[in-house]
T-cell receptor, first 110, second 113 residues
Framework: KNEVEQSPQNLTAQEGEFITINCSYS?????LHWLQQHPGGGIVSLFM???GKKKHGRLIATINIQEKHSSLHITASHPRDSAVYIC????????????FGTGTRLTIIP | DVKVTQSSRYLVKRTGEKVFLECVQD?????MFWYRQDPGLGLRLIYF???????EKGDIPEGYSVSREKKERFSLILESASTNQTSMYLCASSPPGQGVKQYFGPGTRLTVT
């Protein structure tokens, strides 16, 4: 079993829909990252959080440390949001290595 | 803006060749990382370096080596490329400390034939 599990693996939605991507992890963590990867490969860090909730524009990330679960929400989705979204955790062992989920491929149809 | 660059976007090499992948960052970051990304497996850490001439093995170091002679440059070396090393290779850098953002390069898609 992977230490970081994402669901769904693939998600197709209509423009304007509210999107939720989930991430569950099995280890104690000091931080969780949400990353975005567009076709072509480049990865951009969207959020880093260790508790509560963060918001940036139409993107919202939440984390529940007790339940070892995080969600990434996109409001009023747009075709330019189409990308792979990756969850990564930093285990609290005292090193700086991330463990990654396998990603959720999101496609927004106009 | 942090910039992480990789020497090639696409590379095709033959089995047995020695392959060098270069990564350069311009933000004076201490930490640098090499990952490979394969469908269904996500990103996996090959090696990382937390200072010049310092390196640590990641989760899948077999068949790879690294070099960090200068702070801004981290090289990944495939001593004798094999077809199972066909993959997307991503470099990243970060300042020291737990829970800091990593900045990724654009990736190199390597095909070994």
């Amino acid at each position: 079993k992977n230490e970081v599990e994402q669901s769904p693996q693939n998600l197709t939605a209509q423009e304007g829909e509210f999107i939720t991507i989930n991430c569950s992890y099995s280890v104690g963590i000091s931080a969780l990252h949400w990353l975005q990867q567009h076709p072509g490969g480049g990865i951009v860090s969207l959020f880093m959080l260790s508790s509560g909730k963060k918001k940036h524009g139409r993107l919202i990330a939440t984390i529940n440390i007790q339940e070892k679960h995080s969600s990434l929400h996109i409001t009023a989705s747009h075709p330019r949001d189409s990308a792979v979204y990756i969850c990564a955790v930093l285990a609290n062992f005292g090193n700086e290595k991330l463990t990654f989920g396998t990603g959720t491929r999101l496609t927004i149809i106009p | 803006d942090v910039k992480v660059t990789q020497s090639s976007r696409y590379l095709v090499k033959r089995t047995g060749e020695k392959v060098f992948l270069e990564c350069v960052q311009d933000m004076d970051h201490e930490n640098m990382f090499w990952y490979r990304q394969d469908p269904g497996l996500g990103l996996r850490l090959i090696y990382f370096s937390y200072d010049v001439k310092m390196k640590e093995k990641g989760d899948i170091p077999e068949g790879y080596s690294v070099s960090r002679e200068k702070k801004e440059r981290f090289s990944l070396i495939l001593e004798s490329a094999s077809t199972n090393q066909t993959s997307m290779y991503l470099c990243a850098s970060s300042p020291p400390g737990q829970g800091v953002k990593q900045y990724f390069g654009p990736g190199t898609r390597l095909t070994v034939t």
